[in-house]
């Protein structure tokens, strides 16, 4: 049972992908947007902390677990909120036609992936899915869709673009040296997010210990922003027999041999605040991504 929360932060966000920065033609660095729920997770331990911090005692050391890869709670998301709908991640087995266009009431016609036996194809997966479409395919996975059509299995869904909920803002600056002087030749440029007005991050958390609202700091430049209570009715069924990752999904021998439908691996790392020292880098599965298999943070598809 999780308890729904949105966050709104009070300017823009960064989160930025695993690539190197180096000198050269290209001085920008890529991305992660919506921020990663381990991100999300970072800033609530980091809440916590603080209060035990600033009260000088450990109420909430179950919680936090400094030196500890997981915090005391389950989280899922972030999921996007606008107009009053959710919109969760979609998922990479349904498709639409990539010359169809959405039909008058916004939507989409979905095709989705089934499970099929040939002779003709050779595998090394026991299970073989198959889409098809009066023309060529693509699939959804990467995108929003609407709540309500995904867990209803609509034949016509609300897809959107991550696109659709933020405008990017190109920030320029350039590197220190030790006494605070410019360093030379290292101009760099970020693309920030900024959520589109009427927009809020969505996210899910087991504890009841986070009460009705706060202030949280989000990412490496600890942007800060607003969470409160929601009463939202999200019911994340997980009976059925393929299953949709809400949020990413790291990578290991049981959870590879359930996918069947998946995007790029997104591989990241992290500063751990308790080591000093990078994290080391880990493969993960998308957000979106079907499994045959029930794992946390997974939700039942049809």
Known sequence: MYNWYSFEPNDTVFFRGA??????????????????VHTMAGAIRTYFYN??????EDKFSDIVRIGEEYGGFKLVGPFFKI?????????????????????????????KG????????KTSSD??????GESELE??????????DLINGSDKAEVKDV?????????????????????????????????????SFI???????????????????QRFGKFKKEDLEINLNTNGELFMSLSLMPASAKVNDSVISTGKIQYLGGWDLHKRFHKPMKGYFPAGTVFNSNFDNCISIN
């Open 127 to 132: 299970d073989l899915y198959w889409a098809k």
């Open 83 to 111: 107009d009053e709908k959710i919109y969760l991640p979609a998922p990479y087995s349904w498709f639409v036609e990539k010359s169809c266009a959405t039909s008058e009431n916004g939507k989409y016609n979905i095709i």
């Open 139 to 148: 699939s959804i996975g990467g995108k929003w869709i609407n709540y309500n």
């Open 51 to 56: 209060i035990d911090k600033k009260n000088n």
């Open 163 to 199: 696109k659709d909920f933020y405008v990017s803002e190109l920030r320029t600056g350039i590197a220190l040296n030790k006494d605070h002087t410019a360093r030379e030749s290292h101009i760099y440029s970020f693309n920030h997010c900024r959520l589109k007005k009427g927009v």
């Open 203 to 221: 996210f899910g958390i087991d504890i009841d210990d986070l009460g009705n609202g706060g202030i949280l700091t989000l990412g490496a430049e």
């Open 19 to 36: 690539e190197p920065m180096e000198k050269g033609e290209d001085h920008n660095a890529n991305f992660n947007f919506p921020p990663p």
């Open 114 to 121: 089934f499970s099929i036996q040939s002779d003709l194809i």
